[in-house]
């Protein structure tokens, strides 16, 4: 929500342009709060990919979990620190969410 900076009235948005006016002086802007919305929209669904990271989107392989023993686990790749080292490859068992790395 915007106000006009010169009367303090809030801003009435144009029906047919990105523009907000003021209804008492001859005020206008453009309207930057459609960007700002998709900003937020995007974060959000951002942080729903976070919560549910993992056995959705990453593949299946079939290895002992140390833990719990089960035999499934995802796997991901995930270079560390510079380019000069390896790439460590990651494991997370599918049943206990156990999650390590393969030095190999
Ligand atoms: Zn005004
Ligand atoms: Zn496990």
Redesign the pocket.
Known sequence: MKFCPKCEVRLKKSNTSSTLSCPKCDYSESDSKENKKDKKNDRSELNILDENEGKETLPSIKID??????NE?VWWMLQTRSADEPTTQFYR??????TWRNYA
């Open positions: 979990c140390e833990k719990c023993g089960n686990a068992c599918t049943k206990c969410n156990h």
